[in-house]
């Protein structure tokens, strides 16, 4: 199975601040059909699970702009450009190139 | 508005079975494939168990392969989980998650908790 590693697990925030997670597989996301299957999910207490970006970079509908994603290959990065209120909870990464599919640990945004 | 929504999670004694349901809403039901993913306490996400669009295929995590089953009725627009053989391992929340192209599990249900215990 690949291995997903996110950094940091927990990570305080200001307000306003931007802030970025990593996220490294244990080889390489590219697909046979040359698409990397690599997503972000954010989980918020009481709230279904959220996905964010899908194959890197590519925002899901609804999401705001200040989430944004790249990388390519075994590493992986989530950038948040000014931290709100709403965007603390645990942030996964998660691959789906390769059966089974597998998740990051989470990393926890939290209020500095 | 799409929508899924988990139940069927309760206590249940080590070796017993539950069965986990998944009813959708909001969107063709027929049309996607379907996912369990599972949330330990204290732990990350974990893949457990999919099912084809029509049903005709199903693929389980080696942690739960021949004590689970997933399935679905399209015409009732619910996936089911039947879990067999349970153990402290198992508990946690349940999610529920539809895939559609290109590999995105775009909508979840907020899960339903499993709690293993005698």
């Known amino acids: 199975d690949i291995v997903m590693t996110q950094t940091p697990l927990s990570s305080p925030v200001t307000l306003g601040q931007p802030t970025s997670i990593s996220c490294r597989s244990s080889q390489s996301l590219r697909h046979s059909d040359g698409n990397t299957y690599l997503s972000w999910l954010q989980l918020r207490p009481g709230q279904p699970l959220r996905l964010l970006i899908y194959k890197v970079s590519n925002r899901f509908s609804g999401v705001p702009d200040k989430f944004s994603g790249s990388g390519a290959g075994t590493d992986f990065t989530l950038k948040i450009s000014r931290v709100e209120a709403e965007d603390f909870g645990i942030y996964y990464c998660m691959q789906a190139t390769q059966f089974p599919f597998t998740f990051g640990q989470g990393t926890q945004l939290e209020i500095k | 508005e799409v929508q899924l929504v988990e139940s069927g999670g309760g206590l249940v004694q080590p070796g017993g079975s539950l069965r986990l349901s998944c009813a959708a809403s909001?969107?063709?039901?027929?049309?996607?494939?379907m996912y369990w993913v599972r949330q330990a306490p204290g732990k990350g996400l974990e893949y457990v168990s999919a099912?084809?669009?029509?049903?005709?295929?199903?693929y389980y995590a080696n942690s739960v392969k021949g004590r689970f089953i997933i399935s679905r009725d399209n015409s009732k627009n619910t996936v089911f989980l039947q879990m067999g053989s349970v153990s402290a391992e198992d508990m946690g929340v349940y999610f529920c998650?539809?895939?559609?192209?290109?590999?995105?599990?775009?909508?979840w249900g907020q899960g339903t908790l499993v709690t293993v215990s005698s």
């Open positions: 998650s539809r895939v559609a192209g290109q590999q995105r599990f775009d909508y």
């Open positions: 909001g969107f063709s039901f027929s049309d996607y494939a």
């Open positions: 099912i084809s669009y029509d049903g005709g295929s199903t």
